[in-house]
Nanobody, 127 residues
Framework: QVQLMESGGDSVQAGGSLTLACAAS???????LGWFRQAPGLERETVAT???????NYADSVKGRFTISTDNGRNNLYLQMDDLKPDDTAMYYC??????????????????????WGQGTQVTVSS
C-alpha cells in the first residue's frame, strides 16, 4: 500500500521560494510520482511529474521556476519552487501511480492516472 504525506506549505511573498516534501512509502519500482495543485474554484492542475528512471515533465506555467526531484527514487519527493507568483497559490498534492511501465503516459499526466494521493499542503503567495 502506497502512503504519501506532504509538508512544507507556507505563506510567502511573491518572488520568494519554498520547498515542498512528500514522504512516500510502498512505492513500486516502476512508477510516476507527481505534484498537483488545486486552487479554489479551479480544476486540479498537473504541476510536475517524475518517472522512476529520472525523466521529468513540467507544466508550462512553472517551467524554469519549479524543480521536481527525489532522493532515491522512491522514498521522498520534492518540489523546489522559486520566483513564486500569486497564481501559484493553491493546495499542493503529491501522488503516485501503481506499477507503471510506460513512463511517457504518466509523465504527461493527467491526475486520473495517479491512484494514491496525499492530504495536501497549502501554499499561499501574496503580492
Amino acid at each position: 500500500q502506497v502512503q504519501l504525506m506532504e509538508s512544507g506549505g507556507d505563506s510567502v511573498q511573491a518572488g520568494g521560494s519554498l520547498t515542498l516534501a512528500c514522504a512516500a512509502s510502498g512505492v513500486p519500482s516502476k512508477h510516476c510520482l507527481g505534484w498537483f495543485r488545486q486552487a479554489p474554484g479551479l480544476e486540479r492542475e498537473t504541476v510536475a511529474t517524475i518517472y522512476s528512471d529520472g525523466r521529468t515533465n513540467y507544466a508550462d506555467s512553472v517551467k524554469g521556476r519549479f524543480t521536481i526531484s527525489t532522493d532515491n527514487g522512491r522514498n521522498n519527493l520534492y518540489l523546489q519552487m522559486d520566483d513564486l507568483k500569486p497564481d501559484d497559490t493553491a493546495m499542493y498534492y503529491c501522488a503516485s501511480t501503481t506499477v507503471w511501465f510506460n513512463g511517457d503516459t504518466c509523465l504527461a499526466g493527467p491526475g486520473s492516472l495517479y491512484r494514491y494521493w496525499g492530504q495536501g499542503t497549502q501554499v499561499t503567495v501574496s503580492s
